[in-house]
């Protein structure tokens, strides 16, 4: 397998193998973790991906052997969001969110390479793809709770429609972390492998589907979300405004503080 470079944005890379795209987080001293420019970033090249009809499948994994994405940089994000107001939050999600929408709008396959830790925004990313395969040294979480917040990027619309209303509430109202094979036994990721066998996994199943007629492929995956799924937008308004909400809450800066000495 040889990707080619194609594009290098602040925190993302975006390289091709022929028809397959790969997006990867590039914040590999950070385990991968976000704040708004990479979101910026991912809209740009899932922009990219959209426009180029020679792309016919995209994969998403995080740079390093360590983390798929850890979620958001609490140093870069945490110290700016009590200040924004509600309003200020709901734009500043929205621009996260904007990044998901477009996983789910791209009419081609997305594939998920979760490679280590994926929790809070990166659990929710890895969940916004149409397929995920992960490493055996992967681990997912809803991290939101541990933050006296909720799954803004999606966590609380796609985990019950993966591992069924009760698992779901119970994985975001503790915030609890599990290994890649629990999360393959529960129905949230498609698949877990040796960390060895990750890439011909990945790119072997990127192949095959390139394989198929692209329209047939675009048409599916919009009807499969829609008539499945009901409505993500709906869902991002009204979690938009109750983490403006609780973002100024005593619990949040609680849950910050705790996170601040633990570490995290």
């Known amino acids: 397998m040889t990707r080619e470079l194609v594009g290098t944005y602040e925190t993302l890379l975006a ?19 976000l704040y708004r420019q990479s979101y910026l970033d991912f809209e740009q090249a899932l922009n990219w991906a959209r426009d180029d ?15 798929f994405c850890a979620g ?16 200020g939050m709901v734009a500043d999600a929205r ?8 996983i789910r709008e791209l009419d081609k396959p997305v594939i998920a390479r979760v ?17 995920v395969i992960a490493s055996r040294t992967a ?15 999606g966590g609380g ?9 009760h698992r779901a509430k119970e994985l975001i109202f503790t915030g609890d972390r599990i290994d890649a094979t629990e999360a393959e036994r529960i129905g949230m990721i498609n698949r877990v492998v040796e960390h060895a066998e990750l890439d011909d996994a990945v790119y072997g199943l ?5 394989e198929r007629s692209p329209l047939a492929l675009g048409i599916s995956k919009k009807l499969i979300d829609v008539h499945a799924e009901g409505s993500l937008a709906s869902y991002f308004e009204a979690s938009s405004w109750a983490d403006a909400m609780l973002v100024q809450s005593d619990e949040h800066a609680a849950g910050v503080e705790e996170m601040e000495r633990a570490g995290d």
Not at 15 to 33: F, H, K, S, W
Not at 53 to 67: F, Y
Not at 157 to 165: D, N, S
Request: charged share 20%; proline share 5%; net charge neutral.
């Open 139 to 153: 681990s997912f979480g809803e991290f939101w709770i541990l933050r006296g917040i909720l799954p803004a990027m």
């Open 115 to 131: 490679n280590g830790v994926a929790v809070g925004g990166g659990c929710d990313i890895a969940l916004a793809c149409d397929i």
């Open 53 to 67: 009809d020679s792309v016919r499948a995209v994969v998403i994994t995080g740079a390093g052997d360590r983390a």
């Open 157 to 165: 619309y796609f985990l019950p429609r993966l591992v069924g209303t």
């Open 15 to 33: 390289e091709r193998d022929g028809p397959v795209a790969t997006l990867t987080i590039n914040r590999p001293a950070q385990l991968n973790a």
């Open 206 to 210: 990127a192949r095959r589907i390139c």
């Open 95 to 102: 621009i996260a969110q904007g990044a998901i929408l477009r």
């Open 72 to 87: 958001g940089d609490k140093h870069l994000d945490l110290p700016v969001l009590s200040t924004l107001g509600s309003a």
